[in-house]
Structures are given as structure tokens and as C-alpha cells.
């Protein structure tokens, strides 16, 4: 089956770095996924990692290890917007979409 | 173009009864997911379909079923409604259904009394 595993909740100030870790089991492995969701909103689409390594886009970063089935979410100069839920999801080849419980991300001023 | 729309936004519901939800994908996207979300657990995967065949399903009781229309647009169905179904659920299109990104819609909260 397919489980993904991430931390519930991070708290860091304005202007941190916060690193936000994401292990999983799948078979057919397609690629890795980041969303980011606010109370009462819907999920939004934040980076994808097909291959291994780092993909930048804009403050925030998304890493992918295949062979340790393991990727990160970074986000850098933490604003106050940021605070939301983050949620990892693994694709397969045959379009399931599976998503991880999510971490809540508090900023404090 | 028009997002993802899912109607009805809120439903109140009473046990036993059973509940028809909708989701417009955009224009052109083949693949329709839904999905559970509770506080806490996350995004429950329940179904996806493509091109109007059921292609993954996640593991929920036969009570939940879905289908897909020639147009892509998507119905989930949950009969004899159980307290435990109250949530918000969610609706996600992709052109193919392994692609890049999934556009979400801004979901249905259904409250089970």
C-alpha cells in the first residue's frame, strides 16, 4: 500500500527557515507533490519533484531523494501568510493522487 | 478559465439519509479525484476516475461510490449516512490524472446530525 509520513506541526518566526520532512511508501512511483492549504481554503499546488534533487521556486524549495523515498519542503524568509497546512502527495503511474496528514506551520512575530 | 466548482458548498444531513455531491472539472481535464478531509487526517483519497472509468479507488466502504460523466464532470454518492461522514470534501482535477499539478476545488462540507 502507500503511507506517507510528516510532522504534524512547526512553529518558527518571521523570517526563519522552516525544512518540513516527508517519507513514503508507494509502488509506481511517479513523483512528489507539495500543497499548502489556509483555513477554510482549498489546497494549492506548491512544487513537484520527479527526479532527485532540489527544485527552487521562489522562497520556497522542494527536494526529492528516490532511493531514501524521502523529500523536504523548505521555506525560507517566513512571512506570516505562510502559516497554513503543508501537505506532501506522492503520484503513481496510474493517477493516484495519495496525500500525507499534513503539518501545520505557525509564524509567530 | 473557470477553476474547479463543486456545488453544493454546505449540506446538512441527517443519518441514514444518502447525499449526492458535484464537481465540474476545468475545461479539458480528464481526470476527477475526491478526496475526504477531516481534521487531522488529512486528505483521504476515495476515488479517481478518467475518461468516465474508475481507475483508483482508496479504502473506503462500498457506501461511497462516484462515477463520470461524458463531459468529465464528476458525482460522489454516500448512502445511508453515518455521523463519522461529516467532513469536507474535496474534488481535484488534472488533465491525465498523473500530472504535474491537481487544481482542487473549494469543496463540499457535509454535516452528518
Known amino acids: 500500500g502507500q503511507s506517507l509520513e510528516q510532522p504534524s506541526e512547526v512553529t518558527a518566526v518571521e523570517g526563519a527557515i522552516v525544512q518540513i520532512n516527508c517519507t513514503y511508501q508507494t509502488s509506481g512511483f511517479y513523483g512528489l507533490s507539495w500543497y499548502q492549504q489556509h483555513d477554510g481554503g482549498a489546497p494549492t499546488f506548491l512544487s513537484y519533484n520527479a527526479l532527485d534533487g532540489l527544485e527552487e521556486t521562489g522562497r520556497f524549495s522542494s527536494f526529492l531523494s528516490r532511493s531514501d523515498s524521502y523529500g523536504y519542503l523548505l521555506l525560507q524568509e517566513l512571512q506570516m501568510k505562510d502559516s497554513a497546512s503543508y501537505f506532501c502527495a506522492v503520484g503513481n503511474s496510474w493517477g493516484k493522487l495519495q496525500f500525507g496528514a499534513g503539518t501545520q506551520v505557525v509564524v509567530t512575530p | 478559465k473557470a477553476g474547479v466548482t463543486q456545488t453544493p458548498r454546505y449540506l446538512i444531513k441527517t443519518r441514514g439519509q444518502q447525499v449526492t455531491l458535484s464537481c465540474s472539472p476545468i475545461s479539458g481535464h480528464r481526470s476527477v479525484s475526491w478526496y475526504q478531509q477531516t481534521p487531522g487526517q488529512g486528505l483521504q483519497f476515495l476515488f479517481e476516475?478518467?475518461?468516465?472509468?474508475?481507475?483508483n479507488k482508496g479504502n473506503f466502504p462500498g457506501r461511497f461510490s462516484g462515477r463520470q460523466f461524458s463531459n468529465s464532470r464528476s458525482e460522489m454518492n454516500v448512502s445511508t449516512l453515518e455521523l463519522g461522514d461529516s467532513a469536507l470534501y474535496l474534488c481535484?482535477?488534472?488533465?491525465?490524472?498523473?500530472?504535474?499539478?491537481?487544481?482542487f476545488g473549494q469543496g463540499t462540507r457535509l454535516t452528518v446530525v
Open positions: 481535484a482535477s488534472s488533465p491525465r490524472g498523473k500530472d504535474t499539478e491537481a487544481f
Open positions: 476516475y478518467f475518461s468516465e472509468t474508475q481507475r
